[in-house]
Nanobody
Framework: QVQLVESGGGLVQAGGSLRLSCAAS????????MAWFRQAPGKQRDLVAS???????NYADSVKGRFTITRDSAKNAVYLQMDSLKPEDTAVYYC???????????????WGQGTQVTVSS
């Protein structure tokens, strides 16, 4: 069984910063990629940023230059540094990990419980 535990959400004024953290625990053999998604009320869940095992990163256009995703493979953790926050960044942010339990086993996708980020204008 795998758990993804997120932390770091909260309320911040526009222009401010927050840092989200997510740590995966359980009988994990390897993690292929980790990512952050977000979902605003009444909208679909969208990719914010992802990072591969080789630390290749990918960002949504709306956050490029403002958000930075990093990972600590030794801790099975991923982080999202969010700077110059805007009210439109308000959403529930979800951690996502694509991982294996065995070397030759299939990949599984797991989600965290979500953490609320609210940016006031």
């Amino acid at each position: 069984q795998v758990q993804l535990v997120e932390s770091g959400g909260g309320l911040v004024q526009a222009g401010g910063s927050l840092r989200l953290s997510c740590a995966a625990s359980g009988s994990i053999f390897s993690i292929n990629y980790m990512a952050w998604f977000r979902q605003a009320p009444g909208k679909q869940r969208d990719l914010v940023a992802s990072i591969s095992s080789s630390e290749t990163t990918n960002y949504a256009d709306s956050v490029k230059g403002r958000f930075t995703i990093t990972r600590d493979s030794a801790k099975n953790a991923v982080y999202l540094q969010m700077d110059s926050l805007k009210p439109e960044d308000t959403a529930v942010y979800y951690c996502n990990a694509n991982l294996k339990f065995k070397q030759r086993g299939p990949n599984y996708n797991h989600w965290g419980q979500g953490t609320q980020v609210t940016v006031s204008s």
